[in-house]
């Protein structure tokens, strides 16, 4: 999410979500921190989308619980916003925009311009402020040759560099790869006849939203008389919305279902299917365990991934690819067999926008940090003064008047965790307690204390859970016993009856000894009785 504001009124561009780079400890998602907007109310005046990837839109349900805001975006995003947001019974004013609009949120004057990404209707804005025009490019590539509609407007992005651009944000994932992104259309012949090798089943995996790859998915199908069935709530949900929309042109008698698509013979079928990054309750991956009702993998099968790696999901797609392998069907990945083509501009694209924008001020955006100093360096190459390409990290600010451009003071930005139950925000404390018991396992120890005299009544019983290496290790448990007996009658009397002192003194001993013993610190978790 990006913040620009002014006159006391902010607009927000997207508001997507992320997936953890490191798999485990029950988070599932990654949330904008919005507190400086729940802080300042009435600041944000509106949440305009480039397009409708969940990296875009996925926040936005929490975002719209929390501020009344309307929200604008293109045909496809909306449609994908609305459906989000009825799921969770989150209502809000949605307004659906077409390149070339006018709209008036406060003091921006915004103007939606069509760009060509992995998903019908992305666009770029160009923002008209008092202070000039900031034009921000949003997930792009230049495909003179699209599955669906025209190619980008270069010719407005043009005529906005003509009128004059203060600021260009631009898209940099692909800023190291040099040259230009091959065209959403040069996957199709690949996907046919990749298919056309495979005697069983075909099961492909892409993005749900990635309605273009989805088409020539569905024509490559058609022309290998396979029927198309889909396995997965994304797949299912997007294809529904896509053929009620017209992004979506089934041949012949539409798609099936996945069960009963393996009642047919094995080599007049393909799957699309859920699970690309291997989450490990998709589609895919469920399939790949045996955990999928009456769908399965068998030699003869073959499975197209049709996308690419994203960056932190490596673990659970090796896991995923190797589970494959087992089960004796064929693997055809991404960009090695040309069933994946990037939906983001490479080197030369970038360096075309920018000399097309020709701003005075540039930032990179939607990229990793190793990015920056890449994209930055292009820019200066392409015509734009060194110091005014700026480096800017989640919470910089960027301030923007008629003298100039200068980073401000930061604010507070980062990132929520969620965990599966969707119910709440994970702390930084629970977090820590998880990765303590995942590393070092917890002990707990239960000690009846006499009232008056403080004499251990009863125990200590000692539970553990990830600590003991076996059942030869259950001596080690006596020995902590009789080392936590010692040290409580170490202690004067009157401390013992004081509950809470003998708590505080059990975690002390039992950390001491578990240190020593198996250098290992694990949460001890005293329950201390009186009788």
């Not at 040759?145 to 190619?151: A, S, Y």
């Not at 030369?348 to 990179?364: G, I």
């Not at 003991?468 to 020995?479: A, F, H, I, N, S």
């Amino acid at each position: 999410m990006l913040l620009v504001e002014c006159d006391g009124a902010a607009v927000a561009i997207d508001c997507g979500v992320l997936f953890p780079e490191r798999p485990g400890l029950g988070i599932d998602l990654l949330l904008p921190d919005i507190t400086y907007l729940t802080e300042r109310p009435g600041l944000l005046r509106g949440v305009i989308l480039t397009h409708g990837h969940e990296d875009h839109i996925g926040a936005l349900p929490r975002l719209l619980q929390e501020l009344d805001v309307p929200v604008f975006g293109p045909r496809l995003a909306m449609a994908l916003v609305g459906e989000k947001l009825r799921r969770q019974g989150v209502t809000a004013t949605l307004e659906t925009f077409t390149p070339g609009a006018h709209i008036q949120i406060g003091p921006f004057e915004i103007e939606p311009i069509h760009v060509t990404h992995s998903i019908a209707d992305a666009c770029a804005f160009a923002l008209k402020t008092p202070h000039g025009t900031i034009l921000h490019s949003g997930d792009f590539k230049i495909d003179e040759t699209p599955v669906h509609g025209p190619g980008a407007d270069l010719k407005r992005l043009s005529e906005w560099g003509e009128k004059g651009v203060r600021l260009l944000l631009s898209d940099s994932t692909n800023v190291d790869q040099h040259g230009h992104c091959g065209s959403e259309s040069d996957g199709g012949p690949a996907l046919e006849s990749v298919m056309r090798k495979i005697p069983g089943r075909v099961f492909v995996t892409t993005f749900a939203s990635h309605l273009h790859r989805v088409q020539q998915i569905v024509n490559a199908s058609a022309a290998c008389d396979r029927r198309v069935a889909v396995a997965g709530r994304g797949f299912e949900d997007s294809t529904r919305l896509a053929q009620d929309l017209g992004y979506l042109k089934m041949p012949g008698p539409g798609l099936i279902r996945a069960t009963e698509a393996m009642q047919l013979p094995a080599g007049k079928v393909t799957v699309l299917v859920s699970g690309s990054q291997g989450e490990p309750n998709s589609a895919l991956t469920r399939i790949s365990e045996g955990r999928f009702k009456n769908v399965t993998l068998a030699p003869g099968d073959g499975v197209i991934l049709s996308s690419r790696v994203i960056p932190g999901n490596e673990r659970g797609v090796h896991g995923l690819l190797n589970r494959i392998a087992k089960s004796g069907a064929t693997l055809h990945r991404g960009d090695r067999e040309g069933v994946h083509v990037s939906g983001h501009a490479h080197r030369d694209e970038l360096q075309t926008l920018l000399r097309l924008v020709k701003p005075e001020y540039f930032v990179r955006v939607h990229g990793e940090y190793r990015h920056l100093a890449s994209h930055r360096s292009l820019a200066a190459e392409t015509g734009v003064a060194r110091d005014k390409c700026i480096l800017l990290e989640d919470g910089d600010v960027l301030e923007l008047d008629a003298t100039g451009a200068r980073t401000g003071e930061r604010v507070v930005a980062g990132r929520v965790l969620l965990d599966a139950s969707r119910e709440g925000e994970v702390g930084l404390e629970v977090l820590r307690d998880r990765s303590h018991l995942s590393n070092d396992g917890f002990v707990v120890a239960v000690i009846a204390i006499h009232a008056q005299t403080g004499e251990i009544t009863s125990g200590p019983d000692l539970v553990t859970r990830g600590v003991l290496r076996g059942e030869d290790d259950y001596v080690l448990l006596d020995e902590a016993k009789a080392n936590l007996v010692s040290g409580l009658r170490a202690i004067a009397p009157e401390s013992r009856a004081d509950l809470l002192e003998v708590e505080s003194e059990v975690r002390r001993i039992l950390k001491k000894f578990f240190s020593r013993a198996r250098r290992r610190r694990p949460l001890i978790v005293p329950h201390v009785f009186e009788m």
